[in-house]
C-alpha cells in the first residue's frame, strides 16, 4: 500500500514522492495520495507536494483484525503515526486517511463497513456518500455499539476542532481522540506527537 516514486510536474521537473495507495474490497488500487518527500516552498505552498487521485471520497485505509468500528484521521502520514503510538491496543478496526477533513469519506467508509457486516458486496458509491446525513436524522447512533462505530482522530487545532463541531451539530454521534496540545501549542497533529514522542535519533 506503500511505495516510492518519481513524479513528473507540469513544468517537467521531476520530484520523489511517496504514493499512499487506496484498495478497493478486491485489491484493486483506486486512487492514491501523494506526498512529496522534500521540501521546496517555491514549488509548493505549503512546503511539500500534496496530491490526491482518485474520486477524493476513498482515503487510505488499513485494517487490524476484523473491523467492527472506523478510526478517521486527515493524512496518510497520521495514520501510519497513530498506529505507530497505538499499535499495542488496537483491534478490529479499520484506519482511514480522509485526505482532510470529509464527511463524505465518512460516510462512504461507514457505507462500507455496515454492508461488508452484512455480506452485501454491491456498493452503490452514490448511496455511500449520502448515508450519513439519513443516519444522522434517525437514532441510528443510539443503538448499543453503534455508538463506538465512528472515532475522529483528526488534527488539534482550529480546523480539526471545527470539523467535529460541525459533525455534532448535524446529529453525527462518535468518539474523538486528539493528540495533546503541549506547552501553549495551538496545533498538535499525531506525526508530530510521535515526532515528540519518540525523537529520531
Not at 486527515?74 to 503510538?85: G, Q, R, V
Not at 488534527?155 to 476542532?161: M, T
Not at 448535524?170 to 486528539?178: A, G, M, R, S
Amino acid at each position: 500500500m506503500l511505495a516510492q516514486a518519481r513524479l513528473k510536474g507540469s513544468d517537467g521537473i521531476f520530484e520523489p514522492v511517496l504514493v499512499f495507495k487506496f484498495l478497493n474490497k478486491d485489491k484493486k488500487i483506486i486512487g492514491c495520495s501523494l506526498q512529496g518527500i522534500h521540501e521546496n516552498y517555491l514549488r509548493h505552498e505549503h512546503g511539500r507536494l500534496k496530491k490526491v487521485l482518485g474520486d477524493g471520497s476513498t482515503g487510505l485505509n488499513i485494517d487490524v483484525g476484523t473491523p467492527e468500528r472506523l478510526i478517521f484521521l486527515e493524512a496518510p502520514i497520521d495514520l501510519m503515526s497513530y498506529y505507530e503510538l497505538n499499535k499495542n491496543r488496537l483491534e478490529n478496526v479499520r484506519l482511514v486517511s480522509m485526505d482532510g477533513l470529509k464527511d463524505t469519506t465518512i460516510s462512504r467508509r461507514l457505507y462500507e463497513l455496515l454492508a461488508e457486516k452484512e455480506g452485501l458486496t454491491d456498493i452503490n458509491l452514490d448511496d455511500a456518500k449520502k448515508l450519513l446525513p439519513i443516519l444522522a436524522n434517525t437514532n441510528f447512533f443510539e443503538l448499543g455499539a453503534n455508538r463506538e462505530l465512528i472515532t475522529l482522530a483528526v488534527d488539534n487545532d482550529k480546523a480539526g476542532l471545527g470539523f467535529i463541531e460541525k459533525l455534532k451539530n448535524k446529529n453525527i454521534k462518535f468518539n474523538i481522540d486528539l493528540p495533546p496540545l503541549e506547552n501553549n501549542q495551538e496545533k498538535m497533529d499525531w506525526n508530530d506527537f510521535l515526532k515528540q514522542k519518540k525523537p529520531l535519533t
